[in-house]
């Protein structure tokens, strides 16, 4: 597919003229930073001034009637060579209301989700929490209190401890699509961005329809070793814990994913 840039009826550049187009919705520790970093090299792409604007996942920017959506668009600076508008802020795919928001904002958006395997994601995201000192107990017991948590509150969130949570992924998704159409989604496997990043930004650019991405490297964003490695008791639990899930997913999205199930 080619794009002749002149063609393409330019975005406004005016802060009140313009709605976001596109947003990288989920999920946290999935390769999000990675991808975002990868967009804003795209001449045609204007992302936000920072990853992760927390706008819709915000309940104080929705406690008035009318929503200050100028306090969204501030983040962007679109130039006339943009022809989409994007930002990545992970939560949104979890957080309860924000999808609803967000297609209240623009019912047209594209939303971009990367999914990892949820076990691996859990863990990751239980490290990042312990090295912020954010989280002090053990994953084991986290995961345990958390599940607790879970099982006592019918919509129990937390920000921090959702070490499972998050990896509910077709839940997450089926909620999307009760406002948004399947065609309005890129789902991404974590893997393939990490292995095969121009065939992903291919897929990416005919789904934002620009042009096509230069020839990019992966690139290692927040990876790092982790102090401690996954027990085998630990790995057993979120088998146990995920294997209906993983199911369910192989179902929803026509996926092979029987490694996850072995993690």
């Known amino acids: 597919m080619s794009f002749v840039s002149n063609t393409i009826k330019p975005i406004f550049t005016k802060k009140s003229e313009f709605n976001v187009s596109f947003i990288i919705c989920g999920t946290q520790k999935g390769g999000t930073t990675a991808l975002d970093y990868y967009l804003r090299a795209h001449h045609e792409i204007c992302m936000a001034n920072k990853k992760e604007l927390h706008f819709f996942d915000d309940d104080q920017n929705f406690k008035?009637?009318?929503?200050?959506?100028?306090?969204?668009?501030?983040?962007?600076?679109?130039?006339?060579?943009?022809r989409v508008i994007g930002e990545a802020t992970p939560i949104y795919m979890y957080w309860e209301n924000s999808i609803k928001r967000i297609h209240k904002y623009n019912p047209k958006m594209k939303l971009i989700i990367i999914l990892r395997n949820p076990i691996k994601r859990a863990f990751s995201h239980w490290n990042m929490e312990t090295e912020k000192n954010k989280e002090h107990l053990n994953f084991k017991k986290a995961l345990e209190l958390e599940l607790s948590n879970l099982k006592s509150k019918k919509l129990y969130q937390d920000r921090v401890r959702s070490y499972l949570a998050r990896g509910l992924y077709s839940n997450q998704i089926k909620q999307i699509l009760k406002l948004f159409k399947m065609d309005q989604l890129l789902i991404i496997q974590?893997?393939?961005?990490?292995?095969?990043?121009?065939?992903?930004?291919?897929?990416?650019?005919?789904?934002?329809?620009?042009?096509?991405?230069?020839?990019?490297?992966?690139?290692n964003i927040h990876s790092r070793k982790y102090k401690i490695e996954l027990t085998k008791n630990e790995i057993q639990f979120l088998q146990d814990f995920y294997s209906t899930e993983i199911s369910i997913l192989e179902e929803l999205l026509g996926w092979d994913l029987e490694r996850w199930k072995t993690n």
Do not use: D
């Open 190 to 219: 974590n893997e393939k961005l990490r292995n095969f990043p121009n065939e992903v930004m291919a897929q990416i650019s005919t789904f934002l329809s620009i042009a096509p991405f230069k020839k990019i490297e992966h690139k």
């Open 64 to 82: 008035l009637k009318k929503v200050k959506y100028t306090n969204y668009h501030k983040n962007f600076s679109p130039k006339k060579n943009h």
